[in-house]
């Protein structure tokens, strides 16, 4: 089994800046994709941001050239740097770890003021 946790969400205005983190316990797999995902009121749940174990990065259009996704295999973490943040961008985010079988994480929230 494993464990997701994600933090790093909070309140910031438009144009600033957050990093979140998702770290991982638990069996992991030396071989994984983590992805983060985001969920604003009212809509379906959309992929943000992908890393696969060996490092390749994946990236829906709407935030390429602002976030990048990056981890640190030997903290098991994974971190999503959001940079120009856009009131669109408020959402809760969430972090799915793969590896056999999804893992998802509870979710943390961020909120984008104009």
């Known amino acids: 089994q494993v464990r997701v946790v994600e933090s790093g969400g909070g309140l910031v205005q438009a144009g600033g800046s957050l990093r979140l983190s998702c770290a991982a316990s638990g069996s992991i797999s030396s071989f994984n994709v983590v992805g983060w995902y985001r969920q604003a009121p009212g809509k379906q749940r959309e992929l943000v941001a992908t890393?696969?174990?060996?490092?390749?990065?994946n990236y829906v259009d709407s935030v390429k050239g602002r976030f990048t996704i990056s981890r640190d295999n030997a903290r098991n973490t994974v971190y999503l740097q959001m940079n120009s943040l856009k009131p669109e961008d408020t959402a809760v985010y969430y972090c799915?770890?793969?590896?056999?079988?999804?893992?998802w994480g509870q979710g943390t929230q961020v909120t984008v003021s104009s």
């Open positions: 890393i696969i174990s060996g490092g390749r990065t």
């Open positions: 799915k770890y793969t590896a056999n079988y999804d893992s």
